[in-house]
C-alpha cells in the first residue's frame, strides 16, 4: 500500500490552501524505505486558477521523487485529462485534493490514472 508521513502530507495541504484560489503543484520524495516523507517545491512552478506546472528540467538528476501533488480550486480531486497527461510522464503515484484541502478530500492515483488508497504513517 502507498505510505506518506503525515508531515509530508500536511504540508502539501497547508501549501495547497495558501495558493487558494490558484492550483498548487508539488512533489514527494521517497525516503528509500518507500514512504513518501518529503514536499519538494520544483524551482519556477507555475499556479493559476486553471493549472499549475513546473519544469522538470530545473530539478536536481538524484532527486528521488516517486510521486507528484496538486490541487484543484473546486470540489472534485478527479484528475482531469490534463492530469492524465502529467500522471503518464512523471512518477508513479499522484495526489489531488481539493476543497476543503484536507486528509479525506486528497486522493492518490496511480500512473494509468487507477485510484489507489493510501496510508498516512507518522
Sequence with gaps: ML?????????????AKSTYPDEFIGLFREDGKGV????IL???SEYNENSSSY????????????ATFHSHPSYSAGPSSADLRLFSRAGKW???SCL???????KAYEANGKETEFEVVV
Excluded: G, V, W
Design 36 to 39: 513518501l516523507s518529503e514536499l
Design 42 to 44: 520544483a524551482p519556477l
Design 55 to 66: 519544469q522538470p528540467l530545473f530539478l536536481p538528476t538524484d532527486l528521488k521523487t516517486n
Design 100 to 106: 476543503p484541502y484536507t486528509e479525506e478530500s486528497t
Design 3 to 15: 505510505k506518506i508521513r503525515r508531515n509530508a502530507l500536511e504540508s502539501a495541504l497547508a501549501a
Design 94 to 96: 499522484h495526489f489531488i
